[in-house]
């Protein structure tokens, strides 16, 4: 076998794990979505994905770390992108806006199933809280902390900031489900836009 046949070789057997690993995802989403984090086991989301139950813990060594594998990239792909994107602090909040208002609507069964579930499991909230989102705040903070030193944002806590900006999306992408007709926006920019012109400069007229 010359090298370049092994290397072929190599690359088949790589997709091919690769592809059970997706596999694996999808069908513990849809379980963990179906009957929660507690009530889910390894051994139905393998029967789900085709699997034997020792090749999830192959790829993943507990439930929680299969649980971080399905939120992180839906929570932290958008945002790393847009880090590396922009260099306008107001710019990068209107298209990180977009983006959550977009993840929300295209996974409206995961959002529920995340604060759900957080409310009641420590397991998951841990692995949410203090692990996915504390590495979105820790990327975002210093994009609020840039709009302050320009005199762009006022010097509010950042904290703060974050649970009402995020409350809003949240709260919009419930109600585009489950009431659809209270949200007149065409598209989730047209709305990302009004939400964030709202936040930025409130009522008033100046």
Known sequence: M???????RETRKKKTAEERRRDILEAALNIFIQKGYNGSTTAEIARAAGVAEGTIFRH????????????????LDGIISLDKEHNDPVEFFRCFFRNRLEIINENDGLVRFMFAEAQFHAEVREAL???????GIRIVKPWFEKGVEQGVFKPVPFLFVMRSFMGMALFYGIFNHVIPELSPEKTIEE??????????HGLMVR
């Open 60 to 75: 993943f060594a507990t439930k929680k770390e299969l649980l971080i594998a399905i939120l992180e990239p839906k929570i």
């Open 2 to 8: 010359n090298l370049n046949e092994s290397e072929q």
């Open 191 to 200: 709305a990302a836009d009004q939400m964030l012109e709202l936040f930025l």
């Open 129 to 135: 809280f203090n692990g996915i989102l504390g590495q």
